[in-house]
């Protein structure tokens, strides 16, 4: 079964989740409760 790619659920983010995880990186997971414009996952792919 293929599941869809989904984008991470840290809010500011666009990056893709980790295939299993619904966050990109653990910095977003690890921040999901804080609310911010921009996020700081630091991949280069998305360009805030």
Not at 5 to 26: E, L
Request: net charge positive; hydrophobic share 15%; charged share 20%.
């Amino acid at each position: 079964m293929t599941t869809t790619p989904q984008r991470c659920a840290k809010q500011g983010c666009g990056c893709m989740a980790q295939p299993g995880s619904k966050y990109c990186s653990t910095r977003c997971e690890d921040s999901r409760s804080y609310t911010t414009l921009k996020c700081a996952c630091g991949h280069p792919e998305w360009f805030h």
